[in-house]
């Protein structure tokens, strides 16, 4: 039962546009959101996350929205860099209880 | 501190074998996750340790399976009989563990190849 979903696999976007990234929960009880971002050969490194109690969470030129009405979460880069070009995770769970559920990744790639 | 180590990095084994991985946290998290992450698939929580505590197992750790913290420090991974099924990344991370939001540091994982 995958209860975060990225469906898609990857994303391609110029240096300096926007890049978004989609992930979806079925799990109505998860209140805890995060984004990881993989470069190969590494394991992940944390990025951003979010409450249930808010709808968006800012550091720099990272942006987490959460739709909780949609179960639907989103991370924006801007402006995006080359060295940005990585596997994103997003990554649910419910507070305090430990167990962290995974989505499947998207590779993002950004041009020069 | 150098972050979160694995070892080792990778291990190529033959079917029927055992095999043990270690994780070593950094020094003050309390915390102690193992994950199994397979080619186009996010992370799979598999257990979870709270200082020395074992406090919970995914039913995707069969009786195979066995995740040992001593004195709450390092902690090893055990697959007996292993599988070609068995065969994926294994991620180890650590949190403080002052409560459920913690962040997690990933270790680089251990690549299991089963032949």
């Known amino acids: 039962d995958q209860q975060v979903k990225q469906n898609s696999p990857s994303l391609s976007v110029q240096e300096g546009r926007i890049s978004i990234l989609n992930c979806d929960y079925t799990n109505s009880m998860f209140d805890y959101f995060l984004w990881y971002k993989k470069y190969p050969a590494e394991g992940p490194t944390f990025l951003i996350s979010?409450?249930?109690?808010?709808d968006k969470n800012e550091d720099g030129r990272f942006t987490v929205f959460l739709n909780k009405s949609a179960k639907h979460l989103s991370l924006h880069i801007v402006p995006s860099q080359p060295g940005d070009s990585a596997v994103y995770f997003c990554?649910?769970?419910?507070?305090?209880?430990?167990?962290?559920?995974f989505g499947s990744g998207t590779k993002l790639n950004v041009k020069p | 501190d150098t972050g979160v180590s694995q070892n080792p990095r990778h291990k190529i084994t033959k079917r029927g074998q055992n095999v043990t991985f270690r994780c070593d946290p950094i020094?003050?998290?309390?915390?102690l996750y193992w994950y199994r992450q397979t080619l186009g698939q996010g992370p799979e929580f598999l257990t979870y340790?709270?200082?020395?505590?074992?406090?919970?197992k995914s039913r995707l750790l069969s009786d195979r399976f066995s995740a040992e913290r001593p004195k709450g420090s390092f902690s090893t991974l055990e697959i007996q009989r292993t599988e070609q099924g068995d065969s994926a990344m294994y991620l180890c991370?650590?949190?403080?563990?002052?409560?459920?939001?913690?962040?997690?540091?990933f270790g680089p994982g251990t690549r299991l190849t089963v032949l």
């Open positions: 020094s003050e998290h309390n915390r």
């Open positions: 340790f709270q200082n020395e505590a074992q406090l919970e």
């Open positions: 979010i409450s249930s109690i808010k």
């Open positions: 990554a649910s769970t419910v507070y305090n209880f430990n167990k962290f559920y």
């Open positions: 991370a650590s949190s403080l563990g002052f409560d459920g939001t913690d962040t997690q540091y």
